[in-house]
């Protein structure tokens, strides 16, 4: 509540999923949605972990949200812009990001069928204290990791999987929150994070930030 009225809340994403998991988490929050503008080509090479790479490309979101929104007139107040990425991580350290086509999916199920991978979601929250739009933002920047144990599934599976779940906008390729379920043996952690947003960090991070907030004020 203490962030509603301080801040205009925005979440750098479009994704339903993402929607209702923050509406379910934090169903008092006010907030308003906006696509980011970011061409998500982060270099991995540059990244030392793949936490690293999903934080850089949700920071890039971020940044381009609030820079867009406050350039040109003045904020009627503080920005605090939400933005995240998932990725799916094999257990050689290899990141599965969403998949362009069915064989692609296929590919990466695949790939993952039998063993233990890894759902990581980057999330960076930038914000600011001053209407002033040359203010620079403050930026906050963490991620969360799922671990997640497949099921040995063979290709009639896979394939059937893939024709009924429409995987090309999930990091690869799984739709957990929906059939993607059956695939899985166990998780360890989050569910939350695995959907696109894990729910406790997030809500820990910004309860935090509310607390400071009510301090300074």
Known sequence: ???????????????ARRRACLDRGLPLLKYRC???????????????????YAVATARGKAIEVWSRLTKGGEKSRPLLVVAADTIIVT???TI????SSASHAISMI??????KCFAITGMCLVFDTEKDKQARPVTKCFFETTS???????????????????PRDKSGGLAYQDIGASLFRKIDGCYYNVVGLPLNRLCRELFALSRDVVEAE
């Open 1 to 15: 509540m203490t962030l509603s009225r301080r801040f205009d809340i925005i979440l750098a994403s479009t994704s």
């Open 34 to 52: 906006e696509s980011p503008h970011f061409d998500e080509t982060v270099d991995k090479t540059k990244c030392k972990t793949p936490g690293d």
């Open 91 to 93: 257990r050689d350290g």
């Open 96 to 99: 599965l990001e969403k998949p």
């Open 110 to 115: 695949s790939e993952i069928s039998g063993t």
């Open 148 to 166: 997640l144990f497949v099921s040995n599934l063979d290709e009639a599976t896979i394939k059937a999987y893939v024709g009924a779940a429409n």
